[in-house]
């Protein structure tokens, strides 16, 4: 009796990859038909800092008409660079497409540019400063019945900053709002600590400054800057 190979035939599988390629040749349809028009190219630009990690993280996305936009890589020669660096995309699932890059605190004050330059070869330039604020003597104890009296530095003259203010009982207590900062003073009267517990309380500022690009596309975009510190203090009865 001679035995004769059977070829087994999987549909399923072949299905699955044959939608696979499908997809993954329509989305590099799409990112390139995305940067043949540059118009369409929205620009979500973010800065932000932290105090605690003593750092910057540039984020830049590129989108496809608006905020909602399903951001796409940038194909050549179309690129983007941050004073006058290059910048290499990266991915995930959750975010798509993406370019960043994270600077050590102190060595990113000041002005700095983002470059994007189309398939076209046409440039736009984003011009922005970046400043981190501090707190001059902030308290390490503090009475129920004393206000908090807080000095900062490096704020412009009128300024907003947005308060976070918990302690640690269960369940939490707290403060959270946002609070007009003038000649870099704040101060939070007694009957608004008595929202706290005594013990220890976490005291955070956030600083947001969000404007719409100066030179975009026809679809526009957002530069938003953000810098946050914190600082920690007893309150006693």
């Known amino acids: 009796m001679t035995s004769s190979k059977r070829s087994i035939f999987f549909p399923g599988i072949l299905s699955i990859f044959i939608i696979s390629c499908f997809i993954a040749c329509k989305s590099k349809d799409k990112a390139a038909n995305q940067n043949d028009d540059p118009q369409s190219i929205f620009f979500d630009y973010q800065v932000t800092g932290s105090e605690e990690e003593d750092s910057v993280t540039v984020l830049l996305h590129f989108r496809n008409g608006d905020i ?66 501090s707190l001059v003597n902030p308290p390490a104890e503090l009475n129920f019945n004393d206000s908090l009296v807080l000095q900062f530095s490096d704020l412009d003259k009128e300024d907003y900053l947005l308060v976070l203010m918990t302690d640690t009982s269960f369940p939490g207590r707290g403060i959270n709002r946002v609070d007009t900062i003038r000649n870099g003073k704040l101060v939070i009267a007694p009957g608004e600590l008595k929202q706290l517990a005594p013990g220890p309380v976490q005291i955070m500022f956030t600083r947001e400054f969000e404007k719409p690009v100066e030179n975009g596309t026809k679809s526009g975009g957002r530069l938003a800057i953000t810098y946050r510190l914190s600082r920690e203090f007893i309150l006693q009865e």
């Open 68 to 133: 909602e936009g399903e951001a796409f890589r940038l194909d050549k020669p179309s690129e983007v660079r941050l004073d006058g660096e290059s910048l290499a995309y990266d991915s995930s699932k959750m975010t798509g497409f993406y370019y960043e890059v994270r600077k050590s605190l102190g060595s990113f004050a000041g002005k700095h540019n983002i470059v994007f330059t189309d398939t076209k070869g046409d440039s736009y330039q984003e011009n922005f400063s970046f400043q981190a604020f």
